[in-house]
């Protein structure tokens, strides 16, 4: 999930540096979105640990 994370990320950097500014803005706010449900996947889940 992480590669495909940096992959649109790599997108909408590449979309930006050769002038589609909106689909570049687009692809960064839907990594952005996608980044923070992977986030809080991972701040939720409880680690089974016996000490």
């Not at 979309?15 to 939720?44: D, E, K, M, P, Q």
């Amino acid at each position: 999930m992480m590669a495909v994370i940096f992959i649109l990320l790599f997108l909408a950097v590449v979309l930006a540096w050769f002038g589609a500014r909106r689909l570049s803005s687009y692809f960064f706010i839907v990594t952005f979105v996608i980044s923070i449900a992977w986030f809080f996947h991972h701040v939720t889940s409880t680690l089974g640990l016996s000490l």
